[in-house]
């Protein structure tokens, strides 16, 4: 827990000098197949590396070592691409994950944004779990603050998410796991001062089999759809499709479970 308020600290001063900057959420948004693929509704869910993106408390539960890449393969009418990596593992007892984004936006001219994001997730109580996430975007520093509490069937989220960096953003949320796991029901809402900013998101993720899911969402905006394919808890690969193409992410885990 040392480490988190030490981050914390670190990131609460570097707000000061930030400016508002709204690409960065975007990307951020953008980076995880699974999360697009319900919806966004992930905040109350986030137990893989992209709990770093949307609630990093969810990071409280990861263990092994993963090495993950995002890839983009865009229709060609498509306005952008997203690309990233991301390496997570448990250390000293704390989840932890470092992500690089890139996204290349094509129209109306060609411009470049990067992100880099370090995350920390622990628990603080037997169901309940907090975490903080550091944003680094172009020249500018933001922070994510997240909490999770776990009760039985019923998770839940919330996220105070681009301190310092842009508009920000609460995300809360919440899933029902049902039928042993098998069947994920989700929703979050997203709250700002900013309308085009709010959202209600709902998805749903089943578990057909060991390793192999079907997801669907709403945004707000538009239906998303995706899935999962993972293999012995070592190879996970998921997809989403998106209005501009699919999203596909590939990640080599030792000792998850």
């Not at 709250?191 to 998805?203: D, I, K, N, T």
């Not at 394919?229 to 479970?257: K, N, P």
Request: charged share 15%; net charge negative; proline share 2%.
């Amino acid at each position: 827990m040392r480490i988190l308020w030490v981050l914390l600290s670190i990131a609460l001063g570097s707000v000061l000098f930030a400016c508002s900057v709204f690409a960065q959420s975007f990307l951020s948004e953008g980076l995880s197949p699974r999360a697009i693929s319900v919806g966004g509704a992930f905040v109350g869910l986030a137990d893989d590396a992209a709990a770093a993106l949307w609630n990093p408390a969810g990071l409280s539960t990861l263990t092994g070592f993963g090495v993950l890449a995002r890839l983009a393969m865009p229709t060609s009418a498509a306005s952008s691409e997203i690309w990233g990596a991301a390496l997570s593992a448990r250390l000293f007892g704390v989840g932890s994950a470092l992500w690089y984004g890139s996204q290349t936006t094509k129209t109306p001219h060609q411009e470049e944004h990067s992100l880099i994001v370090i995350a920390l997730g622990a628990g603080v109580r037997e169901n309940i779990s907090a975490g903080v996430a550091l944003k680094f975007f172009e020249q500018n520093t933001g922070i994510d603050l997240g909490l999770m509490a776990r009760f039985g069937w019923v998770q839940g989220g919330l996220t105070i998410a681009d301190l310092g960096i842009a508009e920000v953003i609460v995300r809360m949320g919440a899933v029902l796991k049902l039928f042993d796991d098998r069947v994920r029901l989700l929703g979050a809402v997203d709250l700002a001062r900013q309308e085009e900013l709010r959202a209600l998101r709902v998805g749903i993720e089943l578990q057909l089999f060991e390793g192999m899911a079907l997801r669907a969402g709403w945004d707000g905006r538009t239906l998303t759809w995706g899935g999962g394919l993972g293999i012995f808890h070592i190879l996970q690969s998921d997809f989403a499709w998106q209005a501009d193409g699919w999203a596909v992410s590939t990640e080599i885990a030792f000792g998850r479970r």
